[in-house]
Antibody, heavy 119, light 108 residues
């Protein structure tokens, strides 16, 4: 079972910048896209942003002004930055990769990073 | 934003029984871009179904998805012990992608 590895700071103060990164699983795939999703404690899932293999991005408008998703030029990892965090950004953050091979779709997830925003 | 409403909130069933979970969208989902995910406590979600009815790689065939437009269903034909979890639907037809609030399938 493939699990992406993700890392980044888990405790932030209000107004700081959240930075997370996630490895990319390379295989015999024809296309890829990568996303970040978060889940506040005890609550449901919220999609944050997505980037495809060509570098095109889509953002959740509710977070757009504070979020940047990027992928490195060698396509070995992708990252999330969220500026000016508040307590409302406290959540488990997951990275996710979707990869296509023929007619099959593969989905891989990171282990999650609990980010707590507290003064 | 497209709002997804899942029902029921909780489904109490026994192993071997059939489960039917509903997901209703506030507007039609283009291209039936509707996915179902499973999440167990302390774990990341796992994609089960995409495009309303296509199983992701490695997903057992007891999981099936159906529906179109605004009404979608996830069916688990015979519940295995490892299937008791929370299930989310997600639409990716119109940005922002959104999730339903989840249906918990618990052991009766």
């Amino acid at each position: 079972q493939v699990q992406l590895q993700q890392w980044g700071a888990g405790l932030l103060k209000p107004s700081e910048t959240l930075s997370l990164s996630c490895t990319i699983y390379r295989g015999s795939f024809s296309d890829y896209f990568w996303a970040w999703i978060r889940q506040p404690p005890g609550k449901g899932l919220e999609w944050i942003a997505e980037i495809n293999h060509g570098g095109s991005t889509i953002y959740n408008p509710s977070l757009r002004s504070r979020v940047t998703i990027s992928v490195d030029t060698s396509r070995t990892q992708f990252s999330l930055k969220l500026t000016s965090v508040t307590a409302a950004d406290t959540a488990m953050y997951y990275c996710s990769q979707v990869a296509l091979a023929g007619n099959s779709l593969y989905n891989y997830w990171g282990q999650g990073t609990l980010v707590t925003v507290s003064s | 934003d497209i709002v997804l409403t899942q029902s029921p909130g909780t489904l109490s069933l026994s192993p071997g029984e059939r489960a039917s979970l509903s997901c209703r969208a506030s507007q039609s989902i283009s291209n039936n871009y509707l996915a179902w995910l499973q999440q167990k406590p302390g774990q990341a979600p796992r994609l089960l179904i995409h495009g309303a009815s296509s199983r992701a790689a490695g997903i057992p065939d007891r999981f099936s998805g159906s529906g179109s437009g605004t009404d979608f269903t996830l069916t688990i034909s015979r519940l295995e012990p490892e299937d008791f979890a929370v299930y989310y639907c997600q639409q990716y037809g119109k940005s922002p992608w959104t999730f339903g609030q989840g249906t918990k399938v618990e052991i009766k």
